[in-house]
């Protein structure tokens, strides 16, 4: 066996911590091993070379990438195996970026650790054999969860693309929460119009079939062939779907929450959806005095939203615009903590705003008294580090974006993950910023975090592009990673078969041994570690490698 | 037998590829820091880690081991983690038999919860550190 190992500096984020030339010579004394080297960056092209220059040269069989985590470049390095004509199984990546350079600073234990590290894959890649990576056929179909504006782009795009999109909404009417907005910053349209167009057309296509007021039943399945059962108003429907994008929106913070601010509590006191609907039948006096609140729901620590929302600035503008347009003579005051007029033109448009006479007031509200002739608005000018009171015969709550109501639900029935503040959470903030961490489930939208109405269009069409690559082809390959039954070993106990969450052993009764249904099997090694006779394996995590694993880990070096 | 006092813990951890390992990557791309002591093994699912792991791990001369899934009812293979629990607790009495219940410990942290991970493994950490130099350790 001819092993090649090649530490990656990454620039200075591994180098820094870890003493790589010491790692290097550590690796290129022991007897097993043909090539020690390092390299600033492994997964540059010059490096890709390099390693594949070794490989030839040197006829490896073995290959170590002592990098950034495994999930990380794990298809480049699978690549380069394949043009070097090696299995790209025998590739073995070892994290020593964000499970050891990362997470230490002291240099002597950091190298210690990464020694220790690579060394639990060297002793692990001597057990990995060449596997076939399984092929499924997929099904050209989508099944889109939310019919908002995200899900609605989507849905268009992949229709558009030839694939057969299953939409569907829990609410009566498709749109969301952009139908109900009115004027639309920048382009000034309704909400309605943009949707109805929208809607139009996609229910002039085909290959769409949109259910309203439908929830959905069960999920179940793996890649490539989703199952779900949607619960219509006319009855159970099942279908099957390649993929699956989840755009269920966002819920308005609500502003009850904050009771100090008696939302709920005083008609005077409404949000800013509120004041778009109520816009036309406002009781205020000719000089109006109107207080517009930012931030409610957002950056608050106390109530469990520290995250910023993204949009609620724009909408507090926007009120103050609206208003300063229909009451020249009025008095608005708006209380920022910070004005963050994020999208293009949206500076311009706060200037806009101020030179109509809005004033604007760093300040935190305490609270808001209600009181026969107005409302009392009492906080701190954080900028004169003063207290004040004003009068004001109306406040506007610029509120924040909840996570979606149905998210704990969703993510459950899909197995996806929540971030801490309950959306949903992507597979790499930077790098797959539309997947989650199961193949062929995407999400798109306000539902993986605050954003904008154009933001939520292009993630919706994004994760539309993503899950159409994934489609297209019809069939996919997905790791390889499945039981296997050694037949010698097995004494047909049936423990496995008990086990297994998937059913995908079965028994067969003439030899009386099990063999595993590979289509079915999820490749969780349950089998593999209730197995009294060790006579079931998962390929990739055979109990030999993890036992060489731990060897290594805690041997002295 | 040699001194133990004043050496630094070795810990294993069976990381799930799903919640556990996803948040020690998390944990690392946010630079948080946490003892070198502690190093991960990587299993598709905390189900697939087999008692004699741990038991190998503990013969080795790791001083704790410690499985780590994903939450109850998350479980990416719907419930791999449930037998998990069983079986940890199983082991547990065996660990119990024997004097060193705490050299095996089972919790639960998802994919996003990096800082609990950090939390728990440092803590971990620090109370092997504590009983070993005080000499409570076999």
Not at chain 1, 329 to 340: I, K, L, T
């Amino acid at each position: 066996m001819k092993t090649g190992i090649f530490i990656c500096h990454c620039g200075h984020n591994i180098k820094h911590t870890v003493d790589v030339k010491k790692v290097r010579d550590y690796f290129s004394k022991l007897p097993n091993v043909t090539v020690s080297m390092d390299y600033p960056f492994v997964c540059s092209e010059p490096g890709q070379d390099m390693i594949r220059e070794n490989i030839e040269k040197e006829g490896l069989d073995r290959v170590i990438i002592a990098s950034c985590t495994p999930s990380l470049h794990q298809d480049l390095f699978k690549d380069l195996l394949k043009k070097a004509e090696l299995n790209p199984f025998l590739v073995r990546r070892v994290g020593i970026r964000e499970h050891c350079s990362w997470v230490g600073d002291d240099l002597e234990k950091n190298t210690e650790k990464a020694i220790r590290l690579i060394r639990a894959g060297l002793y692990s890649a001597a057990h990995h054999v060449p596997l076939e990576e399984k092929r499924v056929d997929v099904t050209k179909s989508a099944l889109v969860i939310g019919g908002g504006v995200s899900g609605l782009s989507a849905a268009l795009f992949l229709s558009k693309m030839g694939m057969y999109v299953y939409l569907v909404e829990k609410e009566e009417r498709l749109g969301g929460h952009v139908r109900t907005l009115k004027d639309i910053w920048p382009i000034r349209q309704d909400g309605e119009d943009v949707i109805s167009q929208m809607e139009a057309e996609l229910r002039a296509r085909e290959n769409v079939e949109v259910f309203t007021s439908t929830a959905i039943g069960s999920f179940e399945g793996s890649f490539g062939n989703y199952e779900a059962v949607l619960d219509t108003p006319t009855g159970e429907r099942k279908i099957t779907a390649g993929g699956v994008i989840v755009a269920i929106g966002f819920s308005p913070f609500d502003a009850r929450m904050k009771p100090e601010l008696c939302y709920g509590r005083d008609e005077r006191v409404m949000t800013t959806i509120d004041f778009e609907s109520r816009a036309g039948s406002l009781a205020v006096p000719d000089k109006p005095r109107i207080a517009i609140l930012h931030c409610v729901g957002s950056r608050d620590e106390q109530i469990g939203k520290p995250y910023c929302s993204r949009v609620c600035c724009i909408n507090a503008l926007r009120v103050g615009n609206a208003i300063k347009d229909k009451y020249k003579d009025s008095y608005v005051e708006s209380f920022y903590m910070d004005v963050r007029a994020h999208p293009r033109g949206g500076e311009e448009f706060f200037e806009d705003t101020q030179e109509k006479g809005v004033l604007f007031t760093r300040g935190n509200i305490a609270e808001i008294i209600p009181g026969p002739d107005g409302l009392l608005v009492r906080g701190e000018d954080t900028l004169l580090a003063e207290p004040f009171e004003r009068e004001f015969d109306l406040a506007v709550l610029s509120i924040g974006m909840s996570p979606p109501v149905d998210s704990t639900l969703i993510a459950s029935l899909l197995k996806i993950t929540l971030d801490k503040d309950k959306f949903f959470l992507e597979a790499h903030i930077k790098l797959r910023p539309f997947d989650t961490a199961v193949k062929g489930i995407f999400i798109s939208g306000t539902c993986s975090g605050p954003k904008d109405m154009e933001e939520a269009i292009n993630h919706g069409r994004a994760s539309a592009v993503k899950l159409f690559g994934f489609l297209n082809l019809g069939y996919a390959f997905v790791d390889p990673f499945i039981a296997m039954v050694d037949m010698k070993r097995c004494s047909g106990c049936r423990m496995c078969e008990k086990a297994c969450v998937a059913k995908a052993i079965k028994y067969d009764e003439v030899k009386r041994i099990v063999r595993v249904e590979e289509a079915a099997c999820m490749g969780c090694g349950l089998c593999n570690s209730t197995c009294p006779s060790s006579a079931i394996g998962l390929k990739g995590y055979v109990d030999m490698m993890i036992d060489d694993e731990i060897g290594a880990l805690v041997e002295a070096i | 037998m040699e001194d133990q006092a004043g050496k630094n813990p070795q810990i294993i951890g069976f990381a799930c590829s799903f919640c556990t390992f996803k948040a020690s990557e998390m944990a690392g791309s946010l630079r948080m820091k946490y003892p070198e002591g502690v190093r991960l093994i990587q299993v598709p699912c905390s189900s697939r880690v087999d008692p004699a792991f741990v038991i190998k791990s503990i013969f080795e001369g790791a001083d704790a081991v410690f499985v780590a899934g994903c939450h109850p009812g998350d479980c990416h293979f719907i419930k791999g983690n449930y037998f998990t629990r069983r079986k940890i607790a199983a082991l547990k009495e065996m660990f119990d038999a024997f004097s060193m219940k705490e050299k095996l410990r089972l919790f639960w942290v998802s994919a996003a919860e990096a800082r609990r991970f950090v939390e728990k493994v440092t803590a971990m950490h620090d109370e092997i550190k504590e009983a070993k130099d005080a000499g409570k350790t076999n």
